[in-house]
């Protein structure tokens, strides 16, 4: 069974650089079926997308924060990450790591998410 | 960008009525809507997708119906397990864009 567990700092300061980790398990990051990703949420602006990775190693990205972050996957360790630098208040969020499967094309297995707040 | 505008925002139903919400969509999608709902403190678990599939597990009283911009969830029978907040979602296109919610509380 597909489980995705979130990790990161929780308290990050402004301007610094935010560093999440998604652990895979059931699963390889090579899988030829899914998408792995990033979708956040925050009281002011709801759930949104950040970030998607595919087993070859397609990038796509939300284009309003295209020049902060960076997504990448590390297959040995079966490990998904995100990076958004130049941290800003409205950054702070419940972080989620997700997976798409290729035929669902839907966000069917969710992490338990990880709560960062960008704070001085 | 797609907008996504889901009505009602906020809704109050008794146990075994039928509701039904809404999300419209700012351009045709065909049918790549998908539902989700969320508990308080949990991430969001997938309903439905493609806009009347409906996920393994999800209970039959959930179905999805709609194409092209406007698109329902409708839930037979409320079970006390269903007062959550649910959320339709795009993915027609990037950026996957979701509407703002529609929070379903008990009478």
């Known amino acids: 069974q597909l489980q995705l567990h979130e990790s990161g700092p929780g308290l990050v300061k402004p301007s610094e650089t935010l560093s999440l980790t998604c652990t895979v398990s059931?699963?390889?990051?090579?899988?030829?079926?899914?998408?792995w990703g990033w979708i956040r949420q925050s009281p002011g602006k709801g759930l949104e997308w950040i970030a998607s990775i595919d087993y070859i190693g397609h990038m796509y990205y939300n284009m309003s924060l295209r020049s902060r972050v960076a997504i990448s996957v590390d297959k040995s360790k079966n490990e998904v990450y995100l990076r958004v630098n130049s941290l800003i208040a409205a950054d702070t969020a419940m972080y989620f790591c997700t997976s798409r499967r290729y035929e669902v094309d839907a966000f069917d297995v969710w992490g338990q998410g990880t709560m960062v707040t960008v704070s001085s | 960008d797609i907008q996504m505008t889901q009505s009602p925002s906020s809704l109050s139903a008794s146990l075994g009525d039928r509701v039904t919400i809404t999300c419209r969509t700012s351009q045709n999608i065909n049918i790549y809507l998908n539902w989700y709902q969320q508990k308080p403190g949990k991430a969001p678990k997938l309903l439905m997708y493609?806009?009347?599939t409906l996920q393994n597990g999800v209970p039959s009283r959930f179905t999805g119906s709609g194409s092209g911009t406007e698109f329902t969830l409708t839930i037979n029978s409320l079970q006390p397990e269903d007062f959550a907040t649910y959320y339709c979602?795009?993915?027609?296109?990037?950026?996957?864009?979701f509407g703002q919610g529609t929070k379903l509380e008990i009478k």
């Open positions: 059931g699963d390889s990051l090579s899988s030829s079926t899914n998408f």
């Open positions: 493609t806009a009347s």
């Open positions: 979602q795009q993915s027609y296109n990037t950026p996957y864009a």
